[in-house]
């Protein structure tokens, strides 16, 4: 019997690939996430999933984020992104950590070959991005491995810097103290092995997947 997960933020979205799954794969058995909490509570429950078909933007997966640390976690578990974008610098970023990207406009056909080619230990793309995709380079592979050492409210914090706000601000909207977000600066630059917060938001911006609102 094989094991999916689902992690998508949209319901109807998660049962019509629930459905179409269960029409191409025989005694499958899927599992549900609707945010990055949940999909890493059933990560450590489920400890024989196949796959994790994941959304990018679901609430708290934090752009690329997400998909490295749980790459980093689970570092033999096959992850294919599930996107309604098929913007080529997303993908490029996407295919350093997962082994498949696959359009949510794709057929049930699609999908199903997709996974089956992942499942068998290769990786995934639609046709027409293939020739367009570029691998991510091996500064970039470091790099999201000294992110993914942060800590989820270290992380909320470096998004808060690459968007610009004073300690003040992300002080406010993190309901927390300055000394705090001070303590969380400092350990950000120690994680990244950056001096200022300059060098701390460019490593933000290689990270960040835009446009969100296309996904």
Request: avoid cysteine; aromatic fraction near 6%; charged fraction near 25%.
């Given at each position: 019997?094989?094991?999916?997960?689902?992690?998508?933020?949209?319901?109807?979205?998660?049962?019509?690939?629930?459905?179409?799954?269960?029409?191409?794969?025989?005694?499958?058995?899927?599992?549900?996430?609707?945010?990055?909490?949940?999909?890493?509570?059933?990560?450590?429950?489920?400890?024989?999933?196949?796959?994790?078909?994941?959304?990018?933007?679901?609430?708290?997966?934090?752009?690329?984020?997400?998909?490295?640390?749980?790459?980093?976690?689970?570092?033999?578990?096959?992850?294919?992104?599930?996107s309604g974008s098929e913007d080529v610098n997303i993908v490029s970023k996407v295919m350093g950590y997962?082994?498949?990207?696959?359009?949510k406009s794709s057929s049930s056909d699609d999908i199903a070959s997709a996974i089956n080619q992942i499942?068998?230990?290769?990786?995934?793309?639609?046709?027409?991005?293939?020739?367009?995709?570029?691998?991510?380079?091996?500064?970039?592979?470091?790099?999201?491995?000294?992110?993914?050492?942060?800590?989820?409210?270290?992380?909320?914090?470096?998004?808060?810097?690459?968007?610009?706000?004073?300690?003040?601000?992300?002080?406010?909207?993190?309901?927390?103290?300055?000394?705090?977000?001070?303590?969380?600066?400092?350990?950000?630059?120690?994680?990244?092995?950056?001096?200022?917060?300059?060098?701390?938001?460019?490593?933000?911006?290689?990270?960040?997947?835009?446009?969100?609102?296309?996904?």
């Amino acid at each position: 019997m094989s094991q999916f997960l689902i992690a998508d933020d949209h319901p109807l979205f998660r049962e019509a690939l629930k459905g179409a799954l269960s029409a191409k794969f025989e005694g499958l058995e899927v599992f549900e996430s609707s945010d990055f909490d949940s999909t890493l509570q059933v990560l450590s429950e489920q400890e024989d999933l196949d796959i994790l078909l994941l959304d990018l933007h679901m609430p708290g997966n934090g752009d690329l984020y997400g998909l490295i640390r749980i790459r980093e976690d689970y570092p033999s578990l096959p992850i294919a992104v599930v996107s309604g974008s098929e913007d080529v610098n997303i993908v490029s970023k996407v295919m350093g950590y997962a082994m498949g990207f696959i359009p949510k406009s794709s057929s049930s056909d699609d999908i199903a070959s997709a996974i089956n080619q992942i499942l068998e230990g290769d990786t995934w793309l639609p046709k027409e991005l293939k020739n367009k995709v570029a691998e991510i380079e091996g500064e970039d592979r470091e790099i999201a491995a000294q992110v993914a050492s942060l800590a989820p409210q270290q992380y909320r914090v470096l998004q808060y810097l690459h968007e610009g706000l004073l300690n003040k601000q992300i002080a406010y909207e993190l309901h927390i103290s300055e000394a705090t977000v001070k303590a969380h600066i400092t350990a950000i630059f120690r994680k990244l092995g950056v001096y200022n917060r300059t060098q701390a938001v460019l490593i933000a911006a290689k990270l960040q997947l835009e446009p969100i609102e296309q996904v």
